[in-house]
């Protein structure tokens, strides 16, 4: 009869001998392949494994974020800026320019939260969403 093998997840087969020809009960030539299963024993659980499609994209996120803010930063310290905030007094007293990196930084961190506050699940739904999250990135 019929038997039901199970194995650990992330396991593999391995051939360990020569391949060999044996004739079946019913005289039908069966290939035989000596093979042990190995398991991968430094592998993370299911769930680490789900959760690290959403680790790796939130981490991608927090990279543009520090990228962002660096860029926007340096910006506020060019010479362009402080050029222009010379010649535009109200400009400066209004703060323009930091108010504007304050609400670009804002909208990236609304968008980084965003993206963090879908489940693990949710990264491994469908490649469609993942995709279109990616492509929001």
Not at 54 to 65: D, F, K, P
Request: charged share 30%.
């Amino acid at each position: 009869g019929e038997e039901e093998i199970l194995f650990p997840p992330m396991s593999y087969l391995e051939v360990t001998g020569e391949t060999r020809m044996e004739a079946g009960p019913n005289g039908n030539m069966i290939r035989v392949v000596s093979l042990s299963v190995n398991a991968n024993q430094t592998c993370g659980t299911l769930e680490e494994m789900l959760g690290s499609r959403m680790r790796l994209h939130v981490a991608m996120l927090e990279n543009y974020e520090l990228e962002i803010q660096g860029e926007l930063e340096g910006e506020l310290e060019s010479e362009e800026v402080k050029s222009r905030l010379a010649n535009d007094s109200r400009a400066k007293s209004e703060e323009h320019h930091t108010k504007m990196v304050r609400l670009i930084s804002e909208e990236v961190a609304v968008v980084v939260r965003k993206h963090k506050a879908r489940g693990a699940e949710w990264y491994n739904e469908d490649d469609g969403q993942y995709e279109n999250s990616t492509k929001e990135a």
